[in-house]
């Protein structure tokens, strides 16, 4: 008798994320990824149990590399402000593959009230030790909402934006998180000029 081989669970996950990105979130089963995989129903099943386990298993890895991401652009422990940045300047590194991949976890975690709650949890997370007292804090906060809205625009396929406006959108961003001369109305020193 042979050696059972030993199953791979990143290329389950790979197979998983293949699944959703080609035939939609919907498609995604045990079945459809076993397939995908090269792999039997009870291989994906030994790996992560259930469907909802093998789905917060993909988030979990994605949110790691991410987490990874920001923490090598900011190192370890950085204030509330300096890791909302790294969040940025992270999500402003993503490329196409990055944004396809973005999609099919956005539109895996979606699909219940219970994904939805963990995906909400992660954003507020991020939030949560910003001092919005502050201008500093205020900007920060609009400069995270307004990445994570383009981030989302792009990915999602809502908008069209090039490299070029991606990049220049991303600057604009930094730029006005970290000027502290930028008012309410988005002009140096607040008030509108004629």
């Not at 994906?44 to 909802?52: A, H, N």
């Not at 991020?126 to 994570?148: H, I, K, Q, Y």
């Not at 991606?166 to 970290?178: P, T």
Request: glycine share 8%; net charge negative; proline share 3%.
């Amino acid at each position: 008798m042979g050696r059972p081989r030993k199953i791979d669970r990143d290329k389950v996950l790979d197979a998983a994320e293949a699944v959703v990105g080609d035939v939609g979130a919907a498609a995604l089963s045990i079945d459809a990824v076993a397939k995908a995989a090269g792999i039997t129903k009870s291989g994906v099943q030994y790996c992560f149990g259930t469907k909802q386990k093998l789905i917060d298993a993909m988030f979990r890895r994605w949110e790691a590399e991410f987490d990874q991401e920001v923490a090598d652009l900011v190192g370890a422990d950085p204030d509330p402000i300096t890791s909302i940045r790294g969040h940025i300047e992270a999500t402003m590194r993503t490329d196409e593959v990055e944004n396809a991949r973005s999609a099919v976890l956005m539109a895996a975690l979606l699909q219940t009230p219970e994904e939805r709650q963990r995906a909400q949890d992660w954003y507020r997370q991020r939030l949560d030790d910003l001092d919005v007292s502050t201008d500093l804090g205020r900007r920060t906060r609009l400069a995270f909402l307004a990445s994570e809205g383009l981030f989302i625009l792009r990915c999602c396929g809502l908008m069209d934006v090039s490299e070029a406006e991606w990049a220049s959108a991303y600057k604009d961003i930094l730029e006005f998180q970290a000027s502290p001369e930028t008012g309410a109305r988005g002009e140096r020193g607040g008030a509108r000029r004629s």
